[in-house]
């Protein structure tokens, strides 16, 4: 079955620099999200995304954060100054269907354990 | 947005089903409704979705009853590894977005 698949399973960076998390969607799909969870907390939406561009995007979301689709498969997610409050595991997801309105379910990676100290 | 409320937790041993209620109250008249399991440190997985009545998998059944103001995931004979938080989403924009505190299933042997 395929899958989407997340790089590096765990990145540890230091406050201020900047990080990027890698993805490879499932390859037919069409919207590409990123979440975050906090340890212990809940899993958050930070920003969805389509025909290259940004559909949606949380107040999580601001202007330290950036994504982009370079290539047509990968689907990345930069941090530009990293703050301790930014540690979390960070899951990238994809759908085939046409985003909000209809009933595709999403498909989650595994995630990439960030550590900023 | 449509609001859902589950259990916290629920306890279950080896081999006997359990049952997790979900009220979704103002569910949007085209909404789904769809289950996510997640494992510590691992992204959700999708376990089933549905409309209404019944729907079957090989992992799971969900029961939506006529009004839709709430479904119930069933998973029969759970196993240690079921251990798991269990999340129900109404799928339409915006809440499919939101994921809750879900519902922490500890299975005991």
């Known amino acids: 079955e395929p899958e989407v698949t997340q790089t590096p399973s765990h990145q540890v960076t230091q406050m201020g620099q900047e990080v990027i998390l890698r993805c490879v969607p499932i390859?037919?799909?069409?919207?590409f999200y990123w979440y975050r969870q906090i340890l212990g907390q809940k899993v958050e939406f930070l920003v969805s995304f389509y025909n290259n561009e940004i559909s949606e995007k949380s107040e999580i979301f601001d202007d330290q954060f950036s994504v982009e689709r370079p290539d047509g498969s990968n689907f990345t997610l930069k941090i530009r100054s990293t703050k301790l409050e930014d540690s979390a595991m960070y899951f990238c997801?994809?759908?085939w269907g046409e985003g909000f309105t209809v009933n595709s379910p999403l498909h989650f990676g595994n995630g990439t354990r960030l550590t900023v100290t | 947005l449509a609001k859902t409320t589950q259990p916290i937790s629920m306890d279950s041993y080896e081999g006997q089903e359990v049952n997790i209620t979900c009220s979704h109250n103002n569910i949007a008249t085209n909404d789904y409704i769809t289950w996510y399991q997640q494992f510590p440190s691992q992204g959700p997985r999708f376990i089933i979705q549905?409309?209404?009545t019944k729907v079957t998998n090989e992992v799971a059944s969900l029961f939506i009853p006529a009004d839709r103001k709430s479904s119930t995931l069933s998973l029969p004979r759970v196993s240690l590894s079921d251990t798991a938080v269990y999340y129900c989403l109404p799928l339409s924009a915006n809440d499919k977005l939101i994921f809750g505190t879900g519902t922490r299933l500890q299975v005991f042997p």
């Open positions: 549905g409309y209404k």
């Open positions: 997801a994809s759908e």
């Open positions: 390859s037919n799909h069409l919207y």
